[in-house]
């Protein structure tokens, strides 16, 4: 069930992704991300946690790809969760992290090969999404 709140300051309201908990605990415990796409493949947050540790081994190619499908399976979830191209994504919802880890992930990845363009698009997209992941992921 997706949850939307109504922004006080008359903007548009935050979309809140729905909870994929099995996926998510699955995550927390520890399971191999690669499991988890495999069962889950909407599950950005196991193509995030792919995308992260692809970098963190030199693999920046293939950290673009798996963060690629994390952004684009957590676009098609924002759709479907009523979001229409603009307003806040928030950290503060656990089950949009995913979605926001995979496009952090993708501007990063994007910054390391030299798409600059798509880098500065990917960041602009986090800091209108959601403030506080920029600040969380760095």
């Known amino acids: 069930m997706t949850r939307m709140t109504q922004n006080l300051l008359g903007g548009t309201p935050p979309t809140e992704l729905p909870d994929n908990a099995e996926a998510r605990t699955a995550l927390d415990d520890g399971v191999d991300p690669v499991e988890i796409a ?3 493949p909407e599950y950005s947050g196991a193509w995030a946690a792919l995308a992260d540790a692809a970098f963190a081994k030199g693999g920046v190619i293939e950290s673009y790809a798996y ?3 994390g952004y684009h399976r957590g676009l098609d979830a924002l759709r479907r969760a009523g979001w229409k191209g603009t307003g806040p994504v928030p950290w503060e919802h656990v089950p949009n992290r995913g979605f926001l880890r995979a496009l952090h992930a993708l501007g990063r990845a994007a910054a390391a090969i030299g ?6 698009r990917c960041r602009a997209f986090l800091r209108d999404s959601s403030p506080v992941a920029v600040e969380v992921l760095g």
């Open 38 to 40: 495999a069962r889950f």
């Open 67 to 69: 963060a690629r499908t």
């Open 115 to 120: 798409e600059d363009a798509e880098a500065e």
